[in-house]
């Protein structure tokens, strides 16, 4: 069956305008070589010192979603005692044997002080924006805000913030001055006088391959016929990596002692949009295709787009233009950085999620 989907760049959250701001002086040099290939090691990279975390306690907030799934594995296999922290209770299977599941409202005050109850040495947040809307941004600030303060009180020894940052370049869109925001909370929170202070560790994660074509990954994996909408010309290339990756090189840090720092990760191998994009296709037997648009054609589309919101507004929401913005700002900023990790190749995982397509009718992303 022939089913086209029109798929322009990435979609998480919105810019406010259509200039170009390159990367701040303070970012750490990219390599020099940018591979085409993952580097995927036989054994596990930086392997997990087992004995350094061996009997602590963690909680892990937003455990269900895909960077916090890779949390709990990885805590689970440096012998810590995971927490994971779920607005529902789990499915069967749902979660790794041995997690214990702390089901609540993390609005509910007496909630979030009953989990952290019992001074748990270290805490993760993997809780983010789904749309990057400005009041979903907002929510998540203000919660990251309360959790702090919580955990202060508490007497967390750590506290492991994901900020997904893409590479750490300049603050372009709303929801990266959110992320911002809630990274400074979080360093005054450690830097308090306040003898029960935590230690923190903030990871900055380029983009994932989870949020890789997101619309169009479920015909893809299905093998249908998919148009992607490109700039012309040289695409940036990206060190995109699997959202599980995250968790586990963050849990290497911590084994290792790392704290008060930010860290830059993102994927040993430096693609485009295109270059996944047929990676992808070739591993689920879909077609890809490939339209090319000026960045004036975005442009002008994001305008069109933006008053057609508008007026559909007067009868419900609407939000393309949002993610016309999103989806431009990925075309024209490179998310690179100089520190890499890579488990799972592109590849790797696009046949894991076909697999699990064949498996489950579940929504994939």
Same mark, same amino acid.
């Given at each position: 069956?022939?089913?086209?989907? #029109?798929?322009?760049g990435l979609a998480a959250a919105a810019m406010t305008g259509s200039?170009?701001?390159?990367?701040?002086?303070?970012?750490?040099?990219?390599?020099?070589?940018?591979?085409?290939?993952?580097?995927?090691?036989?054994?596990?990279?930086?392997?997990?010192?087992?004995?350094?975390?061996?009997?602590?306690?963690? #909680?892990?907030?937003?455990?269900?979603?895909?960077?916090?799934?890779?949390?709990?594995?990885?805590?689970?296999?440096?012998?810590?005692? !995971?927490?994971?922290?779920?607005?529902?209770?789990?499915?069967?299977?749902?979660?790794?044997?041995?997690?214990?599941?702390?089901?609540?409202?993390?609005?509910?005050?007496?909630?979030?002080?009953?989990?952290?109850?019992?001074?748990?040495?270290?805490?993760?947040?993997?809780?983010?924006?789904?749309?990057?809307?400005?009041?979903?941004?907002?929510?998540?600030?203000?919660?990251?805000?309360?959790?702090?303060?919580?955990?202060?009180?508490?007497?967390?020894?750590?506290?492991?913030? #994901?900020?997904?940052?893409?590479?750490?370049?300049?603050?372009?869109?709303?929801?990266?001055?959110?992320?911002l925001n809630t990274e400074r909370v979080l360093i005054d929170t450690?830097?308090?006088?306040?003898?029960?202070?935590?230690?923190?560790?903030?990871?900055?994660?380029?983009?994932?391959?989870?949020?890789?074509?997101?619309?169009?990954?479920?015909?893809?994996?299905?093998?249908?016929?998919?148009?992607?909408? !490109?700039?012309?010309?040289?695409?940036?290339?990206?060190?995109?990596?699997?959202?599980?990756? #995250?968790?586990?090189?963050?849990?290497?840090?911590?084994?290792?002692?790392?704290?008060?720092?930010?860290?830059?990760?993102?994927?040993?191998?430096?693609?485009?949009?295109?270059?996944?994009?047929?990676?992808?296709?070739?591993?689920?037997?879909?077609?890809?295709?490939?339209?090319?648009?000026?960045?004036?054609?975005?442009?002008?589309?994001?305008?069109?787009?933006?008053?057609?919101?508008?007026?559909?507004?007067?009868?419900?929401?609407?939000?393309?233009?949002?993610?016309?913005?999103?989806?431009?700002?990925?075309?024209?900023?490179?998310?690179?950085?100089?520190?890499?990790?890579?488990?799972?190749?592109?590849?790797?995982?696009?046949?894991?999620?076909?697999?699990?397509?064949?498996?489950?009718?579940?929504?994939?992303?």
């Amino acid at each position: 069956m022939f089913c086209a989907a #029109v798929i322009i760049g990435l979609a998480a959250a919105a810019m406010t305008g259509s200039r170009l701001i390159m990367p701040s002086a303070s970012v750490p040099a990219v390599v020099a070589e940018l591979p085409d290939e993952d580097v995927v090691p036989a054994v596990e990279p930086w392997k997990i010192d087992k004995r350094a975390l061996r009997g602590k306690r963690g #909680v892990v907030f937003g455990a269900t979603g895909s960077v916090g799934r890779g949390f709990v594995d990885a805590l689970l296999d440096a012998n810590v005692q !995971v927490v994971a922290v779920m607005r529902r209770p789990p499915n069967p299977g749902e979660m790794p044997a041995g997690v214990l599941a702390a089901v609540g409202d993390l609005d509910d005050e007496a909630f979030m002080t009953s989990t952290l109850a019992g001074k748990p040495d270290l805490i993760v947040s993997a809780l983010a924006s789904r749309t990057g809307l400005p009041d979903d941004v907002r929510r998540v600030f203000e919660l990251h805000e309360r959790l702090f303060a919580a955990a202060q009180i508490a007497g967390v020894g750590m506290i492991t913030l #994901v900020t997904s940052f893409c590479g750490a370049l300049a603050a372009e869109l709303p929801f990266h001055q959110a992320l911002l925001n809630t990274e400074r909370v979080l360093i005054d929170t450690a830097a308090t006088r306040n003898r029960s202070r935590p230690k923190y560790l903030i990871i900055r994660p380029t983009s994932f391959f989870e949020n890789f074509l997101r619309k169009a990954m479920p015909d893809m994996l299905a093998g249908r016929t998919v148009t992607v909408i !490109v700039p012309p010309g040289g695409q940036r290339r990206h060190m995109m990596m699997a959202a599980a990756d #995250v968790g586990r090189f963050a849990v290497t840090q911590l084994a290792k002692g790392r704290h008060n720092t930010i860290l830059q990760v993102g994927g040993t191998r430096a693609i485009t949009y295109r270059q996944g994009a047929q990676a992808i296709g070739a591993v689920a037997g879909a077609t890809v295709r490939f339209s090319e648009w000026s960045l004036e054609g975005f442009d002008r589309l994001i305008r069109g787009m933006e008053l057609l919101d508008f007026l559909k507004s007067f009868f419900f929401e609407s939000h393309v233009a949002h993610y016309l913005k999103i989806a431009r700002y990925f075309n024209v900023v490179p998310m690179q950085c100089a520190d890499t990790f890579t488990t799972i190749s592109l590849e790797q995982w696009a046949a894991q999620q076909l697999s699990q397509a064949g498996d489950s009718n579940k929504r994939l992303l």
